[in-house]
């Protein structure tokens, strides 16, 4: 079946699934395979729940005229979410970076759908598979789309924008994240800079952090910029005060009025970047400042993003999505500076880091040895083989216990870690 008809099915039936968990009647399901599942096996399943027809690239899984044999099912997914991106002459912002990409993308969806109809990443599902699945979503009323890119090897991002065609692109930083699969600093930045090339070579739109200095670099041979930063930018922001939730202003220019104050339910003074982006992509696309004002201030961080949690006389900032060195350390020295008389650290081991990963382990440890808390504890392999003097355990339920057992009073806490860690199960029996 050609793409051309295989879009003519999707559009008598506009829903695309890829678990028959989550089934929709009268879906087209797509059996996708991999090292651990192979969804070919689950066609019959699906047709049997109710799906309009089930694409297959394996021969025996067909059952009947609703089963479609192609090559490969994935690769069918990807070139059937490009011919409907096709179908649209609207900004797709493309946005990746090693950190802040999933707050600065939902920031945006906020500021945008106040004027726009915007459709944007769920969650997140920014990988070969959730990218296809978010481009299929746009409908036709769209005026806008938000489009998160997760990669954690070079090459990734290119292709990803082979089927997501982004007019616009955002690199949010380059840290420390994914150093296994990119292969050091060096490979981050080219991997990232994907996007960039992407845009450079279609003479798009790029938002840009004036503030760092090798994204100036990165941005070379591009016409079109955009950009935000705490000075000498198109959109300029200072921090107000950080304790603990973030407030800041943003100046005035010829083309746009000052907002004096945002007042943000966002925890940390790292996050001034992504909410100076939303300010600037608001103002590019000509969102009322008041509107931008509202959005941003009506925003409340999910999935243990940024998450302050009041319990009792305790205060607890979870930010256990996802860990990196580069995050870890902003963190730490964001919650350093809070005004607290006792305060403890959670920190969950940091994953995909390869050979660099002892090494980088070590250095979160100086970093925390640097600071007077109350107590340390710190949970997974990448602590075991070093020394230290603060409390470790193998993983996060052993760290659950021990805080169970603590009862704090009047303490401040800061969990993070990487997702293999799952540090917020710390806090599972928190009423």
């Not at 959670?346 to 002892?358: F, N």
């Not at 003097?389 to 805080?403: R, V």
Request: charged content about 15%.
């Amino acid at each position: 079946m050609s793409i051309e008809s295989l879009y003519a099915l999707f559009q008598q039936h506009p829903v695309v699934e890829t678990d028959t968990r989550q089934l929709q009647p009268g879906c087209i399901f797509f059996g996708l395979h991999g090292e651990n599942f192979n969804g070919n096996q689950f066609a019959k399943q699906a047709l049997e729940a109710g799906a309009a027809a089930a694409i297959i690239d394996e021969a025996t899984a067909y059952i009947d005229e609703r089963t479609i044999l192609v090559k490969n099912s994935l690769t069918t997914l990807q070139q059937l979410a490009k011919f409907h991106r096709q179908q649209f002459n609207i900004p797709f912002i493309a946005i990746t970076g090693s950190n802040g990409k999933t707050t600065s993308k939902e920031l945006m969806h906020a500021v945008l759908s106040t004027t726009l109809c915007t459709y944007t990443t769920k969650g997140n599902l920014n990988n070969h598979i959730g990218i296809p699945l978010t481009l299929l979503q746009v409908q036709k009323d769209a005026e806008t789309a938000v489009i998160e890119m997760g990669a954690n090897h070079q090459k990734e991002i290119k292709g990803y924008c082979t089927y997501a065609l982004p007019t616009h692109g955002i690199i949010t930083n380059c840290g420390k994240a994914h150093l296994e699969g990119f292969g050091g600093m060096e490979g981050v930045r080219k991997g990232k800079g994907e996007l960039f090339d992407f845009i450079c070579s279609t003479q798009g739109t790029i938002f840009l952090n004036q503030d760092l200095d090798y994204l100036h670099s990165m941005s070379n041979g591009i016409s079109n910029i955009v950009t935000y930063g705490t000075k000498e930018a198109q959109t300029v922001g200072t921090i107000k005060s950080a304790d603990p939730y973030l407030k800041i202003a943003i100046q005035s220019t010829e083309k746009f009025e000052a907002i004096p104050t945002i007042q943000t339910q966002l925890v940390g003074d790292y996050n001034l970047a992504n909410v100076l982006l939303a300010v600037c992509a608001g103002r590019h696309f000509g969102i009322d400042a008041v509107k931008i004002k509202n959005a941003i201030e009506n925003y409340q961080p999910t999935n243990s993003r940024s998450q302050l949690i009041q319990k009792n006389t305790n205060t607890i900032i979870l930010d256990a999505y996802n860990a990196n060195p580069s995050s870890m350390q902003v963190a730490i020295q964001n919650f350093s500076k809070l005004e607290a008389s006792q305060k403890v650290l959670l920190l969950g081991s940091m994953a995909e880091l390869g050979d660099q990963s002892q090494q980088e382990h070590q250095q979160l440890l100086k970093l925390i040895q640097s600071y007077p808390w109350k107590e340390v504890v710190l949970v997974g392999e990448g602590f075991n083989k070093l020394a230290h003097p603060y409390i470790q355990f193998e993983n996060s339920n052993e760290a659950a216990n021990w805080f169970r057992a603590q009862q704090f009073t009047n303490t401040h806490f800061l969990i993070k870690g990487s997702r293999s860690t799952k540090m917020e199960n710390i806090l599972s029996d928190l009423a």
